[in-house]
């Protein structure tokens, strides 16, 4: 059974950190990449960030880059997001996706909630 189970959501003051935990089973971890999707009401889904599957290279979008940093422990088939100096405009619900290279092979997990706000 594949599973991704999200963690760490919260409420956060605007300029505070969180920090995110996806913990994977079912699938062979060290062969995928692992992402960090978010959703906002009345938006599109939009990558996050992004690690490969031995954190050879990372990616971020534009709007977290300096702010959020994407992790991983195959030892342990976790994912991880820190998140610091937090935006009213980072509210959203945060997904965990696995994907393999060169492959349609997409896991995802039910999703946290983020909320900023003073």
């Known amino acids: 059974q594949v599973q991704l189970v999200e963690s760490g959501g919260g409420l956060v003051q605007p300029g505070g950190s969180l920090r995110l935990s996806c913990a994977a089973s079912g699938f062979i971890f060290n062969w995928y990449d692992m992402s960090w999707y978010r959703q906002a009401p009345g938006k599109e889904r939009e990558l996050v960030a992004r690690?490969?599957?031995?954190?050879?290279?990372?990616n971020y979008a534009d709007s977290v880059k300096g702010r959020f940093t994407i992790s991983r422990d195959n030892a342990e088939n976790t994912v991880y997001l820190q998140m610091n100096s937090l935006k009213p405009e980072d509210t959203a619900v945060y997904y965990c996706?696995?994907?393999?290279?060169?492959?349609?092979?997409?896991?995802w997990g039910q999703g946290t909630q983020v909320t900023v706000s003073s």
């Open positions: 996706n696995s994907q393999r290279p060169a492959f349609r092979q997409s896991y």
């Open positions: 690690i490969s599957s031995t954190s050879r290279s990372t």
